[in-house]
């Protein structure tokens, strides 16, 4: 018998993986029906770090915030309930996915970015009680027009 392997010829599968105590960024898009395209951010929140967080829900309120000043680049992610973004647990053990969609990114964020990834991210309490983390945006995420 004789064979011939045939390429695979498509879009490249990210090979980034959610680290435990850490975030896994993408730019991700879905194909409507008629044709269009929907771009939006997926943000994973690994388990740990939701641990951290005092996610516990399948459901959670949050803030995502962009920093400025001594905090520029940064993206935070705040427990709030009334917080307009939803965290929803995924089906992996103790993950939580938020997606911020394209009218919310405009002018803040790219919706064309190689996939990353942060390790270690630290959770942090206000005095309101309220508990976020922030880490570092890349270059690519926080490239826009304006």
Known sequence: MA???????????????????GVKVQA???IRK?????????????????????????????QVQLGRDNDAGKVALMLDTKGNFIAR???????YTLTINELSATGKFALEFDAFTRDN????????GASFCAFLATSGMLATAG
């Open 121 to 128: 991210v630290e959770v942090l309490k206000m005095q309101s």
């Open 34 to 62: 008629n044709g269009g395209k929907v771009r939006y951010i997926n943000i994973q929140i690994g388990a740990g770090l939701a641990k951290k967080l005092a996610m516990h829900r399948d459901l959670h309120e949050m």
């Open 28 to 30: 991700r898009h879905v």
């Open 3 to 21: 064979f011939d392997t045939i390429a695979y010829v498509g879009p490249v599968k990210s090979t980034v993986s959610l680290p435990y105590d």
């Open 89 to 95: 647990k995924a089906k992996k053990a103790g993950s």
